[in-house]
């Protein structure tokens, strides 16, 4: 009846005009993408300041243990500490920023 190579053309055809149908653009897909990261970003920013204000206590903490004790060198523990807190909520606001919130 048909060829092996009739029955492939005829296939081939087949799948390359169905392919459109079921082909979305990609802009729906970017979008709902969009949106999700959106929904996303407020709760990441909120812990990334929370963590930042554990840090900062905790380092006090420290720092401020040391001083007691008598140890010359807190500059360095202090710059450490500041450092880590200042950077976690930068970093939070570079977030809101960089996703225009």
Known sequence: MFSKT???????????LSVPVF???GVNGLNTATSTLKT???P????????GGIVGIVGAIRVYS???S??????KELMGWGG?????VVSALVI???FGL
């Open 96 to 98: 809101k920023a960089f």
């Open 70 to 75: 008598g140890d010359q060198d807190i500059n």
């Open 40 to 42: 996303y970003v407020a």
């Open 6 to 16: 009739k029955k492939f053309w005829a296939s081939a055809i087949l799948l390359a």
């Open 23 to 25: 082909a979305q653009s």
């Open 66 to 68: 040391k001083w007691n």
């Open 84 to 88: 880590s807190c200042v950077f976690l």
């Open 44 to 51: 990441v920013t909120n812990i990334t300041l929370v963590i």
